[in-house]
């Protein structure tokens, strides 16, 4: 069978995580599981021939273009793939790639955006601590990896404004994990007047922060993985899968505007 490399949207709440993991669900057994329905993995199998992924992501994070590849039949178009899983994960894109094609180490560069509700932050200061970000640091303070190399190059970090949110966009040709929601309440902290810019220097100097002011990250539920980048690769978006894209995700909006307009009106009324 030719490989193919599929782009995937889905809602990470209902998951423990994208990589497959004992006795919870993720978004990898999703798409394994749907792949066995339609026999084109076989059930002693753990995955299917050539698989691989563009990245993993942690509970509760979303993604907009998770990449993976594998060996698929010519019928597995994204519609059809999309038509296997639940609604919370959504197929809306493909692209044939060669045999030698891998979903995680053929990435050029990879990009998260992070939705962060911050309305009395300043955005001159939070766009000041991103700056500084950019480059090649050793972010060992940043990230809870036990092993490997903790250097990182960021070849962009960027702020802006949306209503009462900052939208922190990073892109990377890897990251570690964790690492961009931690530089989320990093860079919270400065345009909130925390911590002063210089804090940023200092968190990309291993060592040189005291643990009460290392940052936490940043809850998931702000997070989106939004890119993969593959030279010469080209994917068609499916216009159908693309429309279940936004039927599905457009609902859940609406469905969370709603949420949070009745628990406003809760917290302002009581008492």
Known sequence: MPKRAYRVAYDGRPFHGFQRQPDVPTVEDALFDALRDADVLDLG???????????????????LAQTVAFDAPGWLTPRAFSGLLSADVRVWASADVPDGFH?????????????LYAPGADLDLARAAADRLVGTHDFADLTAATDGSTRRRLSSATVERDGDFLVMSVRAEGFLWELVRRLVTLVRAVATGSVPV??????????????????PP????????????????????????????REVFGDRAVEASTRGRVCRTVADRVG
């Open 45 to 63: 199998a753990s995955k299917p021939a050539g698989y691989a992924a563009a990245g993993r992501t942690d509970a509760g994070v979303f993604a």
């Open 103 to 115: 979903a995680t180490h053929d990435a050029e560069s990879r990009a998260y955006e992070y939705h």
């Open 198 to 215: 210089e804090r940023v220097d200092r968190a990309c100097s291993p060592g040189s922060l005291d643990d009460h002011e290392i940052p």
């Open 218 to 245: 940043a809850p998931p539920g702000g997070l989106v993985f939004v890119d993969a980048v593959y030279p010469g690769v080209t994917f068609v978006p499916d216009d159908r899968a693309v429309e279940s894209v």
